[in-house]
């Protein structure tokens, strides 16, 4: 007898492992267990107050009807117009305007849909890994194939032009590029981007994806440029990702967007015209405020993410067992857990999964194991968490590795 079946497209995705995580933890702290969370992708700071009151007086104006599907105009110029700031360089080739943005649920949206306007069949992805863990689901929905970079501590988890040269195939269609990433924390300089844009010149078939959602979350005196700052020439096959769920502390109001030349603006605005039409018009008021705001208020939550930073490295330095890598963006530790993974009674080496589950029964700490992004030796923790409890975690953890 016939039964009803699961699409081939989705038989093998999997629920991201980053949330059920989170869910096992927060099962834990509901059980009365003292467990501190350190997988959560989202900054612990409240909600710009100016987004809070843009939204009180939409609602009070009764703004809550349908918006246009890319958002509203004065809305689009404004991502444009923030876009333009970061990328001095390209503005004698190229001037974004409103309408070559699509303000999206978030930046997942943004992506997803580029994967759905770009990707067909048989297409290759190329992928530095570590990756974030939806780019893979998402070219494996559209049917397409990852091609994985693998990169490690010795480039600063950064590919090389080299490796994406012997990367690149006829059937390469679109390259992800994340920095600063996620998880690692790595972030592009100008120069590596130009090397890494020479190659890509070679290949006039192939859309960048430049996921830029952590541009504002950086470290150290020399930061990274966004993709086209460093790449102008590319500009009209390359697609700026951003959004305010990490910069303005903003993830629930799911507030993202994709800049990009206006033939596959069209098409992006058509997708998501017939899947989830505009964003809220509450978000996108919201998102008018918050873009408003001065540098300062983006800056004073940037340094105290150095400050958290700084102190989770100090910590973990007390374990010789585990290498670390020191973020220059994004709010993540990158941690190579190689030599604390225990044997199991066959000597089979557990892997990081496993040692993520056992760190949160022994130590008490939810950690996020690096299999979901693409290396299985690895964990990350999130700093995105009160100094305090920061602390206490890192302490936990060190006494849990050296055990
Ligand atoms: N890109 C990266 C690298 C991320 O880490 C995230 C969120 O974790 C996103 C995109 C999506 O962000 P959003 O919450 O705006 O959908």
């Known amino acids: 007898m016939n039964k009803p079946v699961i699409s081939k497209r989705m038989k093998d995705v999997e ?34 107050a100016e987004a809070k009151e843009a939204v009180i007086q939409a609602l009070q104006n009764e703004w809550s009807k349908y918006t246009p599907t890319a958002g509203i105009p004065e809305l689009r110029e404004k991502v444009a117009k923030v876009t333009n700031r970061s990328q001095p360089s390209l503005q004698s080739k190229h001037v974004w305007s409103g309408s070559e943005v699509v303000l999206t649920n978030g930046g997942k949206q943004a992506i997803f849909d580029v994967v759905m306007c770009l990707v067909d069949s048989g297409d290759e992805a190329i992928i530095p890994a570590p990756y974030w863990v939806s780019y893979p689901e998402m070219v494996r929905i559209a049917d397409g194939t990852a091609v994985v970079i693998e990169t490690g501590f010795e480039n600063d988890f950064k590919i090389t032009p080299s490796q994406l040269e012997k990367a690149i195939t006829s059937k390469t269609k679109i390259i992800f590029l994340n920095s600063p990433s996620n998880p690692t924390g790595t972030v592009y300089s100008r120069e590596e981007y130009q090397a890494l844009g020479r190659v890509l010149e070679k ?12 541009e504002l979350i950086q470290y150290g005196h020399n930061p ?8 102008p020439g590319l500009w009209s096959r390359t697609v700026t990702l951003n959004g305010l769920s990490k910069s303005g502390s903003m993830t629930g109001w799911r507030i993202g967007w994709s800049v990009a030349d206006a ?18 018009s509450l978000s996108q008021a919201a998102a008018l405020a918050t873009l408003d705001l001065p540098s300062a208020y983006f800056e004073q939550h940037r340094q105290e993410f150095e400050r958290r930073r700084d102190l989770a490295l100090a910590c973990l330095s007390n374990s010789a067992k585990i290498k670390v890598f020191a973020p220059r963006g994004a709010f993540y530790v990158w ?25 949160l029964q022994e130590a008490q700490v939810a950690v996020v194991p690096g299999n979901s992004f693409g290396a299985n030796n690895f964990i990350r923790i999130s700093f995105a968490c009160k100094s305090e409890v920061l602390q206490e975690a890192c302490n936990r953890l060190v006494q849990f590795f050296n055990s």
């Open 203 to 214: 290949h006039p078939q192939i859309w960048i994806l430049s996921d830029e959602i952590y």
């Open 224 to 231: 990274g440029v966004s993709f086209l700052e460093a790449c």
């Open 263 to 280: 033939k596959l603006t069209q098409k992006l605005i058509a997708l998501q015209g017939h899947s989830t039409s505009g964003i809220s």
């Open 15 to 48: 629920e991201s492992a980053t949330l059920q995580l989170n869910a096992l933890a927060q099962k834990l702290k509901r059980e009365g267990k003292d467990i501190i969370n350190l997988t959560a992708g989202e900054p612990d700071f409240p909600a710009p």
């Open 335 to 359: 941690i190579q857990v190689q030599d604390v993974l225990k044997d199991d009674k066959d000597g089979i080496k557990e892997d990081a999964q496993k040692l993520a589950s056992r760190c």
